[in-house]
């Protein structure tokens, strides 16, 4: 590991939480290519026309998260670490 790579994990390891994922998120995006955005709104696009020619189904969040309870076991929800 280079001498500054070593310093600048030194130096954000002293930022706080928010400023960590906000210097995490933006070297995140500096990883994406100019492409990945043009990809994104393409998927969107697809995704969106699917649903307008009732290709899909959409299950409703609270659903979703029922199942993945159901399917994961007991997994603690945020709701009941105040508890």
Do not use: C, H, Y
């Not at 994990?9 to 706080?16: D, V």
């Not at 210097?23 to 955005?37: H, K, M, N, Q, T």
């Amino acid at each position: 590991m280079s001498n500054t790579l070593t310093e600048l994990k030194e130096k954000a390891s002293q930022l706080s939480e928010a400023e960590r994922a906000e210097l995490a998120l933006s070297l995140i995006e500096s990883l994406d290519g100019p492409d990945v955005e043009d990809a994104w709104r393409i998927e969107i696009e697809r995704r969106i026309s699917q649903i307008e020619r009732g290709e899909v189904k959409l299950i409703p969040g609270d659903e979703v998260f029922a199942r993945l309870r159901r399917r994961l076991g007991a997994i603690p929800t945020p709701s009941s670490f105040s508890q």
